[in-house]
């Protein structure tokens, strides 16, 4: 495993909590519900009969690398954190005794990346809202995505996260621009606007095509009655899949999810 970590103090890894961090995704309906959504929308790339290149940035435990890697495809997976890796691989192991010998992983963030081959899907979910400069991250992924390739986009919504804490009446909160006084490590510490990330996308790189765009967890997370959560979870995926990608909808996605192609 070539180890090429550069980066700024103020990016979130988590290493010390990998397992809290798997479990606190996975482990729970919200972070079930994320991850089918996303298998969802990129249900034409998965089960494409084409055998893709693809990129998993930021990919922490190797959820999504394994569902790639076990539909036959290429796939590269890299991490800031060397115990997140760990898991990953761990994860990759049981697709590599099934048959799938297409997986690498890699310790490097992003901002380091400099693949000699470019990719035909760069997946980067739940990322930039740990970063300090997610718009440079957005950047640095699309280099190395191939024409025709596409970026798989996702990341946690602040406009959801504004709405979801007025609902509970946290106005100090709010007031103080959604930043805590002491900060959980698992809470994502830079929330990003959609409209912001679809602006810049637009502006910067005008010949590039979003796809794709919808909320992920558009209702699940406002349940007032919780147990809901779990005892109905399969009413709520069903009315996620059919009005997460329509409006108004998709804005209270406490996830934002875009598909991006480089033309």
């Given at each position: 495993m070539k180890d090429r970590k550069v980066a700024t103090p103020t990016d979130t890894f988590f290493n010390g909590i990998a397992n809290k961090f798997d479990n606190n995704i996975y482990g729970t309906t919200k972070g079930r519900?994320?991850?089918?959504?996303?298998?969802?929308?990129?249900?034409?790339?998965?089960?494409?009969?084409?055998?893709?290149?693809?990129?998993?940035?930021?990919?922490?435990?190797?959820?999504?690398?394994?569902?790639?890697?076990?539909?036959?495809?290429?796939?590269?997976?890299?991490?800031?954190?060397?115990?997140?890796?760990?898991?990953?691989?761990?994860?990759?192991?049981?697709?590599?005794?099934?048959?799938?010998?297409?997986?690498?992983?890699?310790?490097?963030?992003?901002?380091?990346?400099?693949?000699?081959?470019?990719?035909?899907?760069?997946?980067?979910?739940?990322?930039?809202?740990?970063?300090?400069?997610?718009?440079?991250?957005?950047?640095?992924?699309?280099?190395?995505?191939?024409?025709?390739?596409?970026?798989?986009?996702?990341?946690?919504?602040?406009?959801?996260?504004?709405?979801?804490?007025?609902?509970?009446?946290?106005?100090?909160?709010?007031?103080a621009g959604l930043k805590a006084r002491n900060q959980v490590r698992l809470n994502p510490h830079n929330a990003q606007r959609p409209s912001e990330i679809m602006h810049y996308i637009q502006h910067k790189y005008p010949t590039y095509t979003i796809e794709h765009k919808a909320g992920i967890r558009c209702f699940h997370d406002y349940l007032q009655d919780r147990s809901k959560q779990v005892d109905e979870y399969d009413k709520i995926l069903a009315l996620e899949m059919k009005y997460g990608a329509t409006e108004p909808y998709m804005w209270l996605g406490k996830y934002f999810h875009l598909i991006i192609k480089k033309d």
């Open positions: 519900l994320r991850h089918q959504m996303l298998l969802h929308y990129l249900s034409a790339l998965i089960h494409s009969p084409q055998r893709l290149a693809v990129l998993d940035a930021g990919g922490g435990t190797g959820m999504m690398s394994l569902e790639f890697a076990q539909a036959g495809h290429q796939v590269t997976l890299c991490d800031g954190s060397e115990e997140v890796l760990n898991i990953a691989k761990q994860r990759l192991a049981g697709a590599t005794l099934a048959g799938a010998t297409n997986t690498s992983v890699e310790q490097t963030d992003i901002l380091s990346l400099n693949y000699p081959q470019q990719f035909d899907v760069v997946l980067c979910h739940a990322v930039l809202e740990w970063l300090q400069e997610p718009l440079v991250i957005v950047d640095k992924l699309f280099t190395q995505l191939r024409q025709g390739g596409r970026l798989s986009l996702s990341f946690f919504n602040r406009d959801a996260a504004l709405f979801n804490n007025a609902i509970w009446g946290n106005f100090d909160y709010i007031d």
